[in-house]
């Protein structure tokens, strides 16, 4: 099985604590680098794994898991875990996993996940809707879709991820979230296959010329995919089509290093917004 065979991998790399006496990685910890790179593949998906369980009623449970150890990984090794569901059963997700150092291969997995009622009592079918977003996934479609509109439309999708991401998890005091802006500005949600709201972001003009990315949130289990770049786009694509040479946004410090990635450079000294530290981002159209 090559690289090339996986659509998704995950990088990992090798903690003192997983090497044995013998200088090599422990074999049960390879167990674990498949089950962290499942996660990964439930975030390439674009599905938070207990969102996504909550709403299909039932939970997945590994029936089955096969090692088939080729050479050793040691401390400090950088691997990639490549992943992939091979096919359905009735009530069954058949996984082939692999994992490599460079492009040696170290060790292939056979996995069997069995979808359950949450309690792993009982065998139930694996939802269309599930079949659907892996298969499309596999197949290279989107499995991400971002619609721009006003707050009319998009605002209670926009509005529970913005309350979730900066009232519920960061704090900020909900009448510095809200203003009037909301109800004039353009909006961006990016949804799943579900139709479950992932990650929203607005644009609205500051000066002649000029336009403003600002309130972008991404829910927590979704961050680190590509989501947030996905809205981002699509409101840097709207900026362009209505004739604005520049856009600016205040972005938190946390957050310097994606929108650096997205071509905006800083601009001036940092400051507080809402209590936390901003700096100003901006980048030509």
């Not at 359905?88 to 997700?93: H, L």
């Not at 309350?163 to 909006?187: G, S």
């Amino acid at each position: 099985m090559k690289r090339t065979d996986f659509r998704f991998t995950e990088p990992l790399r090798v903690r003192w604590a997983e090497v044995d006496a013998q200088g090599i990685v422990f074999n049960a910890h390879y167990l674990s680098y498949v089950d962290t790179a499942m996660s990964g593949y439930w975030r390439a998906l674009a599905l938070p794994y207990a969102a996504t369980m909550q709403q299909l009623g039932g939970d997945l449970f590994v029936r089955h898991a096969a090692l088939d150890y080729r050479a050793p990984a040691r401390n400090d090794d950088r691997l990639d875990v490549g992943l992939k569901v091979r096919e359905f059963g009735r009530s069954s997700m058949k996984v082939d996993a692999a994992i490599y150092r460079g492009d040696e291969l170290l060790v292939l997995a056979d996995m069997v996940y069995v979808f359950a009622t949450p309690d792993g009592a009982e065998a139930q079918p694996v939802p269309d809707a599930l079949r659907r977003v892996v298969q499309a996934f596999e197949a290279g479609q989107p499995v991400v879709d971002v619609a721009v509109g006003d707050w009319a439309d998009l605002g209670e999708a926009a509005g529970a991820i913005r309350r979730e991401v900066f009232i519920e998890e960061q704090r900020i005091p909900a009448e510095l979230e809200w203003d009037e802006a909301d109800a004039h500005c353009l909006h961006a949600v990016a949804r799943n296959g579900f139709g479950l709201p992932l990650a929203t972001g607005r644009l609205l003009e500051h000066v002649p010329g000029v336009a403003k990315v600002g309130r972008m949130a991404v829910l927590r289990p979704m961050r680190g995919s590509r989501v947030g770049r996905m809205v981002l786009e699509a409101l840097l694509l709207e900026a362009q089509r209505l004739g604005y040479r520049e856009v600016l946004l205040h972005a938190q410090i946390t957050a310097e290093g994606f929108y650096r990635r997205a071509g905006f450079a800083p601009r001036g000294e940092r400051f507080d917004e809402a209590g936390i530290e901003h700096i100003e981002m901006v980048r030509g159209l």
